[in-house]
């Protein structure tokens, strides 16, 4: 097959952030694992990316033990691992070698943050020559504060703040983003379905 299923940081570092209790898709291992079960029915490859911030003592810094799949994920042998430490998948990883080496031209991308690492990784393949899509449901995010709000304040005030983006705002900022220009935009149904 010329596809590949990319899995963007649906790791245990994002449990551990004071905004998961907010997030767009709490059912996000359920969702990856039907897009993989998907793909792995059609013999298309799976790659698992993991977000990672050597030294930075967050909890992306590998030493603290959180930079690893969600409880519920499974890779297969063969199904490669990598570690990125940019926003998209590409930049600092051997992904697109990979992909073209293996002669993978279209990709669907699932994951965590809509906005921030899927979207980034979307609009990087669509730029690399790739057909992507965006398995929209299958990803999360949660809500993003106003920039000018205090960094000091708990999550739960800053969600209340009117200048937050809410999350089916920051979803749909993405799907306008993204659609007719670097990604079909699907639902996991759409995605398995055909």
Not at 7 to 15: L, P, Y
Not at 120 to 125: D, F, L, N
């Given at each position: 097959m010329n596809r590949a299923l990319v899995?963007?940081?649906?790791?245990?570092?994002?449990?551990r952030l004071p905004d998961w209790e907010?997030?767009?898709q709490p059912a996000i291992v359920t969702q990856v694992n039907r897009l993989v079960a998907g793909a792995r029915a059609q013999d298309e490859l799976v790659v698992w990316v993991l977000g990672s911030r050597p030294g930075s003592g967050t909890v992306f810094d590998p030493a603290r033990g959180h930079v690893r799949l969600m409880e519920g994920l499974d890779?297969?042998?063969?199904?490669?691992?990598?570690?990125?430490?940019?926003?998209?998948?590409?930049?600092?990883?051997?992904?697109?070698?990979?992909?073209?080496?293996?002669?993978?031209?279209?990709?669907?991308?699932?994951g965590i943050r809509t906005e921030q690492c899927c979207?980034?990784?979307?609009?990087?393949?669509s730029d690399l020559g790739f057909d992507v899509v965006f398995a929209v449901d299958a990803t999360a995010t949660t809500p993003i504060p106003h920039r000018d709000a205090s960094a000091d304040l708990p999550f739960a005030e800053l969600?209340?703040?009117?200048?937050?983006?809410?999350?089916?705002?920051?979803?749909?900022?993405?799907?306008?983003?993204?659609a007719g220009r670097f990604a079909a935009v699907r639902t996991v149904d759409q995605v398995i379905g055909g």
């Open positions: 899995v963007i940081d649906v790791q245990e570092s994002f449990r907010f997030v767009s890779p297969r042998a063969g199904e490669p691992v990598i570690t990125k430490t940019a926003h998209n998948a590409f930049t600092t990883t051997n992904l697109h070698q990979m992909l073209t080496a293996r002669g993978i031209r279209e990709l669907t991308v699932c979207e980034t990784t979307a609009r990087i393949a969600v209340a703040d009117p200048r937050t983006l809410g999350v089916a705002d920051v979803i749909a900022r993405t799907e306008y983003a993204l």
